[in-house]
């Protein structure tokens, strides 16, 4: 049995950089607290050679003109901390979440699927590394090792089976996270190292240090085990960011909103997953911030809404974030938020991913992904709600539709029973040809309609239907099933049409045609 551990130094930082990348190259300066007491809470290495220090005020930071400043968000934090159990969970589904920066893994029976331990290590570095996080990486047959040597060691450690001791030795005691008292006494003692703590008598240290001091004992010897807490995974894979001044325009706030999506497809394919429905909400920063309080658009301005919705609804689960931005694009160009924006928070539905394989003899079909931006290309032209695929209503009443989300069917393999006798079919006129009709004792017997005058030689009907009478336009038709035959100077046609009466307008109709 094996353990792995990841931990993200600096986390607090690089949760913050995941969202923009560009600061992982300039010095930056993290900020918490309250106005005027705002405190550097974390910094980069860049930001730490010009002197930068952690409880500096942010006073004293702005001294440094080329160090960036950024607010601590305990959002990005949560967003960050997910995509880290996103990353565990593609490679193991034993995950522990030892904290917000250290995941531990159980590792047994993966050497199958990817290899030996370094190479299941190297897995978990290029997963991390995907998803914007730099993390250290330590693999051993105790779990406690593990997550000790993850926070001391850069890069990639593998500890043999049975040297835990030897990797442990030279690493300091507060590595092992004593009390302040505890600590304290080991100090008195001269005891700074793993080595020197575990050469101590264990009976000695009990009586002195009690149970806290014999299981630090058994960490510094690498002896100390136990299960691991189990984590199960979730479906929920959301992305934030929150901008320090508002955009009102629709190219930047696209570049963000690519970043954000490009993030959650990582994340979700890392998965095995696909995206079936995104939900993006915009804070918006409302007129009545940058009025003065007893103006008289004050008023007017806090009843405008703070927020701005949109949901974008896929036929088929996709994995493609350049596909998916062009979708928000112009379903945004169509119907833009109405203030600048100034926070943006993206939830995304997962999906299983369709694998569809074309027939030899059957006609290729579009690509689903591409026919859906088409499809939203031509909605912001005619209209959301007239592209779609129609759906026929519960009701008798002719052409009766409304338009629905395309949806892509499943491809189903075709019918192969035996095949019945002839049958008829009808074919549906939509829109539905005017007509018009000479009745004899209340029976069709001639009709004419494009431009053609036939005679009717058999009727059968009428059948009344009827409907809608609770409405303000309830409607009421007789329909006639007649055989017409028309007659020209070169010969004489028969057809079997559907022609009906629409009492509510006095209208003759023809529906269609039977083959």
């Not at 053609?452 to 059968?460: D, F, K, N, Q």
């Not at 239907?465 to 409405?471: L, N, P, Q």
């Amino acid at each position: 049995m094996s353990f792995a551990a990841i931990f993200v130094p600096n986390f607090t930082f690089q949760a913050i950089a995941r969202g923009e990348p560009e600061l992982r190259i300039e010095p930056v300066a993290v900020i918490e607290g309250q106005p005027p007491t705002y405190r550097v809470a974390a910094l980069n290495r860049l930001a730490e050679k010009l002197g930068v220090t952690v409880g500096m005020t942010k006073a004293n930071v702005e001294q440094f003109p080329q160090v960036q400043i950024r607010n601590r968000s305990k959002t990005q934090e949560e967003m960050g901390h997910q995509a880290l159990l996103d990353a565990a969970w593609s490679i193991s589904s034993r995950v522990e979440d030892a904290g917000r920066d250290t995941l531990l893994l159980d590792l047994s029976g993966l050497s199958r699927l990817f290899g030996g331990q370094e190479q299941i290590a190297h897995r978990i570095l290029c997963r991390t590394s995907e998803l914007g996080m730099d993390v250290h990486i330590a693999v051993s047959a105790n779990v406690e090792t593990a997550r000790i040597v993850a926070r001391a060691l850069f890069g990639i450690t593998v500890v043999p089976d049975g040297r835990e001791a030897r990797f442990l030795e030279s690493l300091p005691v507060a590595m092992l996270s004593p009390s302040p008292q505890l600590a304290e006494i080991f100090e008195r003692w001269g005891v700074s190292t793993c080595k020197s703590l575990a050469s101590l008598p264990v009976l000695d240290l009990s009586e002195r240090a009690g149970q806290e001091g014999v299981h630090l004992h058994a960490l510094a010897g690498g002896r100390a085990t136990r299960p691991l807490l189990i984590v199960q995974p979730t479906d929920c894979f959301e992305e934030c960011f929150e901008l320090e001044d508002a955009v009102d325009n629709l190219e930047p706030l696209s570049f963000l909103l690519g970043r954000l999506l490009q993030q959650v497809c990582v994340r979700i394919s890392a998965r095995g997953l696909a995206i079936g429905a995104i939900h993006v909400t915009f804070e918006l920063q409302t007129a009545f911030e940058s009025t003065v309080l007893f103006s008289p658009d004050a008023i007017s301005a806090r009843k405008s809404p703070r927020t701005f919705s949109c949901t974008l609804q896929l036929p088929v689960p996709s994995q493609d974030s350049t596909l998916l931005l062009k979708l928000l694009r112009l379903r945004l160009q169509a119907k833009p938020p109405g203030a600048p924006v100034r926070k943006i928070h993206l939830l995304a539905e997962p999906g299983r991913s369709r694998a569809t394989q074309s027939g030899l003899f059957v006609p290729a079909s579009p690509d689903p992904q591409k026919l859906e931006l088409t499809l939203a290309r031509i909605a912001t032209v005619v209209g959301e709600g007239n592209v779609g695929s129609p759906y026929l209503l519960d009701t008798h009443r002719p052409d009766a539709f409304h338009m629905q989300k395309f949806f892509v069917p499943p491809a189903t393999p075709p019918h192969r029973g035996p095949r019945s006798g002839a049958q008829t079919a009808f074919r549906v006129f939509r829109p539905a040809l005017p007509a018009w009709v000479q009745l004899q004792k209340k029976v069709p017997a001639r009709v004419a309609f494009q431009g053609m005058l036939g005679t009717v030689i058999r009727a059968s009907g009428p059948w009344r239907s009827s409907g809608d009478w609770w409405e303000d336009q309830p409607w009421q038709e007789d329909a006639w099933d007649v055989e017409i035959q028309f007659t020209s100077e070169s010969r004489t046609v028969e057809g079997l049409y559907r022609v009906s009466f629409d009492l509510r307008f006095e209208k003759w109709w023809v529906r269609g045609v039977y083959d």
